[in-house]
């Protein structure tokens, strides 16, 4: 396996559980303020939990030998995995859109800003935290999945 695989694999793994944290931390916190919009964060961060692990499992294939079955490699998984990731995101951003537009037709709702601003802090620095180290691996070994991942 070679180095940058080990490194990626690290790197992957560091966002994966920043996703997982960032999951939970939207779920809690949409419970605790009844915010629909926290809610749908806890949502995209768990739909990337669900990417990272598929993402950690196609960067260790992506450096196995061709064989038999897989001529040219399993290379050919990684743009794959990388369209789904976008056409996923899209879904939820537009689900998101969605709701908003049935939200404010029905006269929107009340919000409490003083927990979401706390949220809205707490989740920004986690995730440029996250996004800058990704940035930074990608920038020693660079690879697709690296930027997809740094990137979302």
């Given at each position: 396996?070679?180095?940058?695989?080990?490194?990626?694999?690290?790197?992957?793994?560091?966002?994966?559980?920043?996703?997982?944290?960032?999951?939970?931390?939207?779920?809690?916190?949409?419970?605790?303020?009844?915010?629909?919009?926290?809610?749908?964060?806890?949502v995209?961060?768990?739909?990337?939990?669900?990417?990272?692990l598929?993402?950690?499992?196609?960067?260790?294939?992506?450096?196995?030998?061709?064989?038999?079955?897989?001529?040219?490699?399993?290379?050919?998984t990684?743009?794959?995995?990388?369209?789904?990731?976008g056409?996923?995101?899209f879904?939820?951003?537009?689900?998101?859109?969605?709701?908003?537009?049935?939200?404010?037709?029905?006269?929107g709702?009340?919000?409490?800003?003083?927990?979401?601003?706390?949220y809205?802090?707490?989740?920004?620095?986690?995730?440029?935290?996250?996004?800058?180290y990704?940035?930074?691996?990608?920038?020693?070994?660079?690879?697709?999945?690296l930027?997809?991942?740094?990137?979302?």
């Amino acid at each position: 396996m070679p180095a940058h695989n080990s490194k990626e694999n690290v790197a992957l793994c560091v966002s994966l559980i920043g996703s997982i944290s960032m999951a939970l931390l939207g779920f809690g916190f949409s419970i605790f303020t009844q915010s629909e919009a926290i809610f749908l964060d806890g949502v995209f961060s768990l739909v990337n939990v669900t990417m990272g692990l598929i993402t950690l499992k196609v960067s260790r294939m992506v450096v196995e030998p061709s064989s038999n079955r897989f001529h040219f490699g399993k290379a050919q998984t990684e743009p794959l995995l990388n369209t789904i990731k976008g056409l996923l995101y899209f879904g939820v951003l537009v689900a998101a859109g969605y709701a908003g537009v049935i939200t404010i037709l029905s006269g929107g709702q009340e919000m409490n800003f003083s927990w979401s601003i706390l949220y809205s802090l707490l989740t920004a620095a986690v995730c440029l935290g996250i996004g800058l180290y990704l940035s930074k691996q990608n920038e020693d070994a660079p690879t697709p999945l690296l930027d997809v991942e740094a990137k979302s």
